[in-house]
């Protein structure tokens, strides 16, 4: 196993192993690709935490970060960061990857003097990496109450003491929402990918019997 920085000539292979980790999870297909295609550019980009996982050679994971921010009940803003997508291939998954790969990353992370971070996910296995309610650290989600515990809204204090006793809500980064901003552009990106099925299944957001 090998982990490293992507380069520009690897970017269809992540692009192509992103959409198959995500199809159909979250909704009939997915957008995390375009996302990622979309984000490199992006000023808010982390590059040195733009890393690949290799196995014999063949890529089969990645993950990169964001800068972000938390608004304060002062209105100030407070610099934050998150991270994802973050994509192990279908075939290696739950084989310890994944877990492997984020704890790379989030040893890089605080090496580079990153204090916070905040995503969405499902605790039972980001709890593995340090990660716990975001609300039970005074951090609110901007679309749920602020009284709410939200539990897919996670947070970790990679510096201690870096977040303290203060209080906020965190939005993510406006570049995670641009294939919902961008349908036209989004659908011609697609269009170069293999055709896959897109299913509604349970677990998606928004599904209903």
Same mark, same amino acid.
């Given at each position: ?18 959409? &198959? ?47 972000? &921010? ?140």
């Amino acid at each position: 196993m090998n982990i490293r920085l992507e380069t520009p000539k690897d970017y269809r292979e992540v692009e192509n192993l992103t959409r &198959e980790a995500f199809w159909n999870v979250y909704r009939p297909g997915c957008t995390e690709h375009y996302v990622l295609y979309q984000f490199r550019t992006n000023p808010d980009f982390i590059p040195e935490l733009d890393l690949v996982m290799e196995e014999d050679g063949k890529i089969i994971g990645h993950v990169m970060f964001s800068k972000a &921010e938390i608004i304060l009940n002062d209105g100030t803003n407070f610099p934050s960061w998150t991270f994802g997508p973050i994509s192990i291939h279908p075939d290696y998954k739950r084989k310890g990857y994944g877990l492997k790969l984020l704890n790379y990353a989030l040893e890089k992370a605080k090496e580079m003097g990153i204090g916070l971070l905040q995503m969405e996910g499902n605790i039972e296995f980001y709890k593995h990496a340090g990660f716990g309610l975001a609300s039970k650290m005074k951090i609110h989600y901007h679309a749920e109450p602020r009284e709410s515990e939200v539990p897919y809204f996670l947070a970790q204090e990679l510096i201690p003491g870096y977040w303290g006793n203060r209080e906020g809500t965190y939005c993510p980064p406006k570049g995670y929402f641009v294939a919902d901003e961008h349908p036209e552009a989004f659908e011609a990106y697609e269009a170069t990918f293999p055709q896959k099925e897109k299913l509604r299944l349970p677990g998606q957001l928004g599904y209903e019997e």
